[in-house]
């Protein structure tokens, strides 16, 4: 029947897509077949299929992204973008190909069994590869500094008394230096001309990410997050790119959970024991608020830059920032009077920043825009 409901079950790859579909009701979910991974051949499937109110589609979230989505709703098809760590898994199953992947998905999206993760708009996407970019970045230049201490510590070569590493007089330091081995000569100059390129590519970045923040959909979120202490240009663009919209968090517990900052729980009977934090959800915000607790092992205060960026925000905002210097750096200290490690106290401030997160964005997010 062209009306009854069809829960579709989409494996999607580069170049196909397996195709199953479970009919409203307890008969087994079919295996349709392949078909290639093009909009032309979507749209005459879901022809086939049936009407678009009577199909719900659903795949799993991969390097493909959200194309496929998106074309679906021009479609007026309902479709979920799937969780796949989220997916319940028979124990013992060692068998995996498309087909039983597809025939799996359509059987558990009809059951109710699967979690579906928010899709990000083509804006927030876009602004979302830019920040990545520019941590993948942060990373390659963590392995080249990596790379040139080695390559000085192998040949007993130390900066003078006085002089930290990656600092101004450091990179003066290392403009000093000269090889008489040709070899050891051309190895530093590519190392150092590595790092200075790197160097250049992180200011590009940041000058985009610095245009966005005072011109982009996001401007006022990510001007009123750099409010808080911790929190700056990067780090509140890196959050608002990653999160999108704060409204599907309904309660500050539940965007602690989403960056799986929350205790792990292991109860039974009148038992109650809670272990390590979750470490689920979203692991780019995790470091992120875990960096930014850092600064609140310092007294509170208002001054230079945090005051630079709270200048001409409302001052319910202000007040927000001003409570969670006192609230956490007392939590730091405290968790540190009864004997927690100091890494360990970090995440507990990091969880309740997160809670002030989300209380500054219901600020910004509740006032509609000019």
Not at 158 to 176: M, Q, S
Not at 288 to 307: D, F, I, M, Q, T
Request: aromatic share 8%; proline share 5%.
């Amino acid at each position: 029947m062209q009306d009854t409901i069809k829960y579709v079950g989409l494996d999607v790859s580069k170049e196909n897509i397996a195709v199953a579909v479970a009919e409203e009701g307890r008969e087994a979910p079919r295996y349709w077949g392949v078909i290639p991974h093009t909009p032309e051949a979507v749209k005459k499937l879901m022809k086939k299929l049936g009407s678009p109110k009577s199909l719900r589609v659903c795949y799993e979230a991969g390097p493909t992204g959200y194309p496929l989505y998106r074309l679906l709703l021009t479609l007026n098809i309902h479709c979920s973008v799937i969780a796949p760590t989220l997916i319940p898994k028979r124990p013992g199953d060692r068998i995996k190909t498309d087909r039983r992947d597809s025939v799996r998905l359509a059987q558990l999206y009809r059951a109710g069994e699967l979690t579906s993760v928010y899709v990000p708009t083509p804006e927030d996407e876009a602004l979302r590869d830019l920040v990545r970019c520019r941590e993948d970045v942060k990373e390659d230049e963590l392995r080249v500094k990596h790379r040139l201490s080695k390559f000085l510590l192998r040949n007993d070569i130390k900066p003078p008394a006085g002089v930290n590493k990656w600092t101004n007089k450091y990179f003066r330091w290392l403009d000093t230096l000269h090889f008489e081995n040709s070899s050891l000569r051309v190895t530093f100059q590519e190392y150092y001309y590595q790092l200075k390129e790197i160097g250049q590519r992180l200011l590009r970045l940041e000058e985009e990410i610095r245009v966005h923040s005072n011109e982009g959909v996001h401007a006022r979120k990510i001007q009123a997050l750099q409010c808080l202490r911790g929190v700056a240009l990067v780090t509140a663009s890196s959050v608002v790119a990653e999160i999108g919209s704060f409204k599907r968090f309904p309660t500050p517990n539940h965007f602690m959970g989403y960056v799986g900052l929350i205790p792990s729980e292991y109860s039974s009977g009148e038992s109650r024991r809670q272990g390590n934090i979750t470490k689920t959800g979203n692991r780019h915000v995790r470091r992120l608020l875990v960096e930014a607790a850092w600064s609140y092992r310092y007294k509170p205060a208002v001054k230079g830059e945090l005051a630079r960026r709270q200048s001409g925000q409302s001052p319910t905002i202000q007040a927000i920032s001003w409570k969670a210097q006192n609230r956490l750096h007392q939590k730091y200290y405290r968790l540190l009077s009864r004997g927690k490690e100091s890494s360990k106290a970090i995440t507990a401030v990091a969880r309740e920043l997160a809670g002030f997160i989300w209380a500054v964005m219901q600020e910004v997010e509740d006032v509609p825009e000019s």
